[in-house]
């Protein structure tokens, strides 16, 4: 009898504990490193916010500050490790400083496209990878909304061969910079708000920053007509963090919504992004006819190719797990190409065709 009270009361206990969780709101704040009228990259934490709000019911209240309010475009990973905020919106290559084996979740030159890498992250081991990486700063990581391929950059002057790159000044972040700065040119980094001036100015000769959708807005075109296609980000993934702590502290139901809510606006981020570059290729094209679209010769692409091949492989020699990661994207990217390559580009090959 008596062990049948104490069950009793546990449960009571238990249930007072559940209800008092479910009714209980939680108030969260997000740090981005984009300023927040930069969409699409700054879209899905705004998007988030508001569709955790509806699903939760009002009980998981998430405000989003943008890089205007907090300050401190890379100083997202410290802050949500440290829980001034308990999340953070940002780029997983960021943090090449802190530990290079963040950049496989961004992206890498001449790497996996987006259906390849989600496929690779959620099918293969990708999230696994990710999360290994990211234990230590005892942070959740999650891809957080992907780009596309990306465009190779504006140029003032056509790259005719590799002489036209060495000396050239050029603002390029992640691996790809360093692939460039392998091949002589000068390379820099500079926030968003001064590449156009810098450009303009002859600070730099030439510069990278997403597509169409989000570059012809900054008006790289009217100083830098050349406009090359990618091969250093074909896949860019932005990221959510989460605090370990602050998401454990959250009734499961909650966690169920932050975690579903964050892959449908991720994956949806894609979306809007291949609309606004779609619709800004159409403009260019009639609006702005002075526009050159170029590929980088043949001898260049294959020493960028050569180039990033020998940074990788740098860094795989200095770390087991690089090596490790680099391995398993190889190996999956081996499996997917082959697959990308007979389903949608043979697929545009065939309505091309029929033209
Ligand atoms: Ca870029």
């Given at each position: 009898m008596r062990s049948f009270t104490k069950v009793l009361s546990f449960l009571l206990i238990s249930t007072i504990l559940a209800t008092y969780a479910q009714a209980k709101t939680y108030k969260w704040k997000l740090a981005m490193t984009?300023?927040?009228?930069?969409?699409p990259l700054a879209s899905p934490p705004q998007k988030l916010a508001k569709l955790v709000k509806k699903m939760s019911d009002g009980r998981l209240i998430i405000r989003v500050d943008g890089k205007e309010k907090h300050k401190a475009a890379l100083g997202i990973l410290d802050m949500v490790k440290g829980g001034q905020y308990q999340m953070g919106h940002s780029g997983?290559?960021?943090w090449k400083g802190k530990d290079?084996?963040?950049?496989f979740f961004t992206t890498i030159p001449f790497g996996m496209t987006k259906d390849e890498q989600y496929s690779w992250f959620y099918y293969g081991d990708g999230m696994k990878y990710m999360q290994k990486v990211y234990d230590k700063f005892k942070v959740l990581s999650f891809p957080g909304g992907n780009t596309g391929v990306q465009m190779g950059g504006w140029f003032?002057?056509?790259?005719?061969?590799?002489?036209?790159?060495?000396?050239l000044k050029m603002r390029i972040p992640g691996l790809a910079g360093e692939v460039f700065a392998k091949l002589g040119v000068n390379v820099t980094n500079i926030p968003a708000g001064e590449l156009y001036t810098s450009l303009d100015r002859g600070t730099i000769d030439a510069l990278e920053w997403v597509g169409p959708g989000m570059d012809i807005k900054m008006g790289f075109h009217k100083v830098a007509p050349y406009y090359y296609t990618g091969w250093h980000e074909p896949a860019s993934e932005m990221q959510f963090l989460i605090n370990k702590r602050a998401f454990k502290k959250l009734p499961k139901d909650l966690q169920q919504i932050l975690l579903t809510a964050i892959k449908a606006v991720s994956y949806d981020m894609f979306y809007e992004n291949f609309d606004a570059s779609a619709t800004a290729w159409a403009k260019m094209k009639q609006e702005f006819p002075n526009i050159k679209v170029k590929t980088f010769p043949k001898p260049v692409l294959k020493a960028m190719k050569k180039a990033t091949d020998e940074v990788l492989q740098r860094y795989a020699k200095q770390d087991p797990l690089f090596k490790e990661i680099l391995n398993s994207q190889k190996e999956y990217m081996k499996k997917a190409r082959a697959w990308s390559k007979i389903s949608e580009y043979d697929y545009i090959k065939t309505c091309k065709e029929v033209e």
């Open positions: 984009w300023p927040s009228t930069l969409t997983s290559y960021y290079i084996n963040t950049v003032k002057k056509e790259i005719k061969s590799l002489n036209d790159l060495k000396g």
